[in-house]
């Protein structure tokens, strides 16, 4: 794995918003617009966090399976990328890259266990088939950069280590990978904007140590303003708005 984020193939696949933003044609011709396109990722990455917890994975593998999840559909359709295949395919890839290996049987288990619906009963041959169809969607390059590294060593330098603002600030990361900031912004970048959120709800003043770090404020701004968006946003979503849009995948265009 590449030591440097800057040196990274992490790096060099960063995109714009706009470039994340774009539905498929497959998906275009099955109805499902922009905001169907976001809802299913953040189901898919919620699905991905539920499956993780059943098979006790570190904090780090879920996170980069959702990564890979989310850079797979800036490549592929989920017409043809089936969502509900991709994201333990994913986690099994994750987890090995991540050295902590969960074994496919182990997740087919705990699939048949969360999933409701007999239409997607899925076996350790389908996993392992989308596994090596996700690896070639990839690329290959399976090296991702989280914001956890940086955020343990900017709070501490920050003088804000303490337990509250600690657990306040790594729930903010985790709920980023609801969005898709990994794929446009550097993870140090992630963690300074959750930074500026816990510390403004804790009513920390940190603007001299903001000051020192020599970073563009308006770009940490506007990345804290996507994340307190999508918390307003959140609230708003039903579960059948979910359920609409992952059904327009199954009709036939």
């Known amino acids: 794995m590449a030591a440097n984020f800057w040196t990274s193939s992490h790096y060099k696949q960063l ?3 706009e470039e994340v933003d774009v539905v498929q044609s497959l998906d275009k011709d099955r109805g499902i617009t922009l905001e169907d396109f976001k809802l299913i990722k953040m189901h898919m990455a919620n699905y991905i ?3 993780a917890q059943h098979v006790k994975v570190r904090q780090r593998v879920t996170a980069t399976a959702i990564t890979y999840m989310r850079r797979v559909y800036t490549r592929r359709s989920m017409t043809e990328y089936d969502p509900r295949l991709v994201t333990p395919a994913c986690l099994h890839l994750a987890s090995k890259a991540e050295e902590s290996t969960v074994q496919a049987r182990l997740l087919v288990f705990y699939l048949k266990k969360i999933q409701s619906d007999d239409k ?10 989308m596994e090596m169809k996700i690896l070639e969607a990839l690329d290959y390059y399976l090296v991702v950069f989280h914001p956890y590294r940086a955020l343990s060593q900017l709070l501490p330098d920050a003088g804000l280590n303490d337990i509250s603002m600690t657990q ?3 729930g ?4 980023t990978y609801k969005m898709d900031l990994i794929l446009v912004h550097p993870p140090y970048l992630i963690a300074l904007a959750c930074i500026y959120i816990a510390s403004v709800l804790r009513e920390k003043d940190t603007t001299a140590w903001f000051e020192e770090l020599h970073v563009d404020m308006n770009v940490v701004k506007n990345i804290s303003i996507e994340i307190l968006d999508f918390y307003e946003n ?6 059948e708005r979910i359920l609409s849009a992952l059904n327009k995948l199954s009709m036939k265009p």
């Open 49 to 51: 966090l539920k499956l």
């Open 15 to 17: 995109m714009d918003q």
């Open 120 to 129: 997607h009963k899925y076996e350790i041959k389908h996993i392992l088939e």
């Open 168 to 170: 306040l600030t790594w």
């Open 172 to 175: 903010l990361v985790n709920d």
């Open 234 to 239: 959140h609230r708003m979503i039903t579960e």
